[in-house]
């Protein structure tokens, strides 16, 4: 048999392809590259890779799509999946196949179906979820505590990036002080995963630092965020021990770390507006307890205030009834000596004069003793008034329900309360005579 030459062995090829496929395929592959050309007309390269994510490929076709069904096919695409046809995503396409005698083998893409590869991507977000929770990890950082005072955040984002700066622009215009640092990361391509998954263990070198850490990233193209589509990345925001707020893509878009993340938000701006409604709830907070403690010392300094006025009218009143008993009991001894005098004026005329003498010398003497007693008096009211006592650096202990305070009812732990000349002091017994031995 004389050899054949190269185009007759590509004629013969192609009759053989013409003969047995005559009839357009279904065919399931990866896109691993896609390429619109200026004429219209779409290059793809389909691929079939070899299982558990070796990398290596079983089997590789150039594609077409011509002008006249690519716009179709480009537009029915994007419209029931929300995203481009591009690298990385695994299609179920309709094709014929193809060989020329100089450019060989390829398919002729007639159609895509868009549900197939929604269900692809569906498939492998739930065996990421899946395999994260036989791993028990699934809810570990959900189940962290938010610090009720989020001020310090590690922010990992595309340093320039557009969603970036309009977070921190968020946070700068709420009036809040926060504390920010960006841990650059690539937001996009094949190296999402290990980028941020490297942002996050710098993060974790000083956790301590840091309330919680912030993973954004604005919107585009749905296929831009496949990158956050992966086991690793999922697992190790899963596992990070700080609470991770999420706000990648638009209000549409979700990823897998959404479902591990302790807080999802649907954008960078929602996700400050999160952190700013978290102050704002701490701020209302302080100020209700401000009010609170302010009413309760107008009602203390109300009750002392009283307290003391009852004190001091009590005492007043004391010295007024006093000194009224000691009036009467004088204007009635004046009485007596008055009607004694009257008496013996007709009869003992010589001794009124010495009497009279006499009497005014124990008039004298008697108010004098008297006058004496009420400046004692007053004196005694005077050392007793408690205001006195504390303005020398005495001080009055009561118990937390009034009563003044017996050191033999005490015991380790009660509140009490001091009061002082200039204010009042709250404080708790630590020791009492009895367990001091």
């Known amino acids: 048999m004389s050899p054949l030459k190269l185009s007759e062995l590509n004629r013969i090829v192609q009759n053989v392809l013409s003969l047995h496929f005559t009839d357009t395929l279904w065919v399931v592959a990866e896109i691993s590259d896609c390429r ?48 481009s046809l591009a690298t990385g995503l695994k299609i179920l396409a309709e094709v014929s196949v193809q060989f020329h005698e100089v450019y ?19 498939k492998k977000r ?36 557009a969603g970036y700066g309009d977070f921190m622009h968020q946070l700068e215009e709420s009036g809040y002080r926060f504390q ?74 979700d990823t897998v770390i959404d479902f591990v993340a302790h807080t999802p938000c649907k954008s960078p701006t929602a996700v400050a507006a999160f952190l700013i409604e978290t102050m704002q709830d701490v701020h209302a907070g302080l100020n209700r307890l401000e009010e609170r403690l302010s009413q309760a010392a107008e009602e203390l300094l109300t009750s002392r205030k009283m307290h003391y006025e009852r004190l001091v009218h009590r005492y007043s009143s004391a010295a007024v009834n006093f000194v009224n008993r000691q009036q009467v009991v004088h204007h009635r001894l004046s009485q007596r000596i008055a ?38 008096f007053a004196k005694t009211l005077h050392w007793a008034d408690p205001q006195r006592t504390l303005a020398m650096g ?6 937390a329900d009034g009563k003044v305070v017996k050191v033999q009812e005490l015991l380790p732990g009660t509140p009490i309360r001091t009061v002082t000349a200039d204010g009042e002091v709250w404080s708790s017994v630590t020791e009492t005579p009895e367990n001091q031995h």
């Open 339 to 376: 009607q004694g005098v009257q008496e013996q004026l007709f009869t003992q005329n010589h001794s009124l004069q010495a009497l009279a003498t006499r009497l005014h010398s124990t008039t004298t003497q008697v108010l004098e003793r008297n006058q004496h007693k009420l400046s004692l």
């Open 394 to 399: 005495y001080s009055i202990t009561y118990t």
């Open 126 to 161: 739930q065996h990421i979820l899946q395999q994260l929770e036989e791993d028990g990890v699934l809810t570990l950082n959900q189940e962290l505590v938010l610090p009720s005072l989020v001020q310090r955040i590690a922010v990992i984002s595309a340093e320039g990036a």
């Open 180 to 253: 920010t640092q960006l841990f650059s990361a690539t937001m996009q391509g094949t190296k999402v995963a290990e980028s941020v998954i490297a942002a996050l263990d710098s993060i974790a070198t000083e956790f301590s630092l840091w309330d919680v850490v912030v993973i954004i990233r604005g919107g585009g193209a749905t296929s831009d965020l496949d990158g956050f589509e992966d086991y690793e990345l999922a697992a190790n925001v899963a596992q990070f021990p700080l609470p991770i707020i999420t706000g990648i893509g638009h209000e549409r878009d």
């Open 104 to 122: 060989g083998y390829s398919l002729t893409i007639h159609d895509i179906d868009a549900t197939y590869t929604l269900g692809e991507q569906h």
């Open 36 to 83: 619109e050309a200026a004429n219209g007309h779409c290059y793809m390269e389909l691929v079939e890779k070899e299982e558990e994510r070796s990398g290596g490929f079983t089997a590789k076709a150039r594609a077409n799509v011509w002008r006249n069904v690519w716009q179709q096919v480009k537009c029915d695409f994007q419209r029931q999946t929300g995203r």
